[in-house]
């Protein structure tokens, strides 16, 4: 039996995530017309935003990981990115693990089929065998509270059905890596509570789980590590009371903050 240490489940190294802003198609339309015709025509240059700014961190096997933040910190960019939704512009994301992102939930649905249909389309995606999804359909179809409308197009449903085949749907593959954003936003509070429930069950199944909430107290009971972003910048690592402490006392407007990734204590 090896003694070496267990691979990290993630590593992110130096992690740095970009956004355009504006339209760049158009100037660059304008800028091979200029120089077919021979003039020279100065343009503005295409800003940047910068969403993520050199984030390094790992996850071991068996961590509930948090992030918290502001609007715009860089959550669900961070998110999304492990996801391998967003491309990063420079660093590296390593998942060791089938990754299930719980985001956006319902998003990717074909709004023409029916519940049903979707369910065996999302099972098609993640490459699970068809007979697997078959066994799952009906305690599926009972979580998300839709036996009178699971053979109804999708375009019919409310956002809130919608969230909650979504839900169900997701929660119902086991992964190795879980990501979630802000899963408990929507629907009434019965509904939150069978959510949160099912979420600790999935989570004691999960190798790694890296979620994103606004709701501290939230983030305190089911997370044994959190980290604090603030404007793109890992600013805080620890546990879930001295991160939530950290945030309180040092994050707060953007605009009105002090904190600065030089003078940030990233454990």
Known sequence: MSDEPLEPVIEVSNLTVEFRLGRRHGILLKQRLANLFGKKIVF??????EALGD???????????????????????????????????????VCRGSVVPLINLGAGFNTEMTGRENIFLTAAIHRLPRREMVKKVDGIVEFAE????????????????????????????????????EVFAAGDEFFKRKCEARMIQLMQRARAVVMVSHSLPLIQRLCNEVLVL???????????DAAVEYYLENCGEP????VTAKASPVL
Do not use: C
Not at 44 to 49: F, L
Not at 61 to 81: D, E, P, Y
């Open 146 to 181: 839709l036996e009178k409308f699971i053979d109804t197009p999708v375009k019919y449903y409310s956002s809130g059905m919608l969230m909650r085949l979504g839900f169900a749907i997701a929660t119902d593959i086991d992964p190795e890596i879980l990501l979630v954003d």
């Open 55 to 93: 984030v390094s961190f790992s996850v071991d096997s068996g961590t509930v990981l948090g992030a918290i933040g502001v609007n715009g910190a860089g959550k669900s960019t961070l998110l999304r990115t492990l996801a391998n939704i967003i491309p990063p512009k420079r660093g590296q994301v």
């Open 44 to 49: 503005q240059k295409v800003q940047t935003v």
């Open 255 to 258: 605009e009105k903050s002090k």
């Open 230 to 240: 603030h404007e793109g910048k890992l600013v805080f690592r620890g546990e879930p």
